[in-house]
């Protein structure tokens, strides 16, 4: 398999107090998770490893938090709410970006696949390491 191609991408919340840069590559895959958290926010998931994220402004306007095994980390603008990124219990050693507060969504290819989330113990398995998969 080619190398894919890795691109910078700028976003933040929506009051644009917190902003990041993370690089991704211009093919990505999405996890549509359908637990209570994400449905309710409607966050579509695009999973990065640590290294390619860098947080450009706003750590001082991040609340956090954590709920169930306090493993995930959901971090929220304290000035407008959203939750543009966090580190997620299935990959702590990475982030996990919401695709739509991304500025720019063009990308080569976007798929989207769905994880069963609600029944997060049968299936966190299923979910693709960050050394493999889209990453």
Known sequence: MAKRKLITKTGGCHCKAVRYEVQVPDEVELVACNCSLCSMTGYQHLIVPKSRFKLLKGKTKLTTYT??????????????????????RSHPDGFSINFRCLDDQEFHSVLTVDFDGRNWEQHSDELAPLEGGNI
């Open 67 to 88: 709920f169930n095994t306090d493993t995930a980390q959901h971090y929220f603008c304290s000035v407008c709410g959203i939750k543009s990124f966090y580190v997620p």
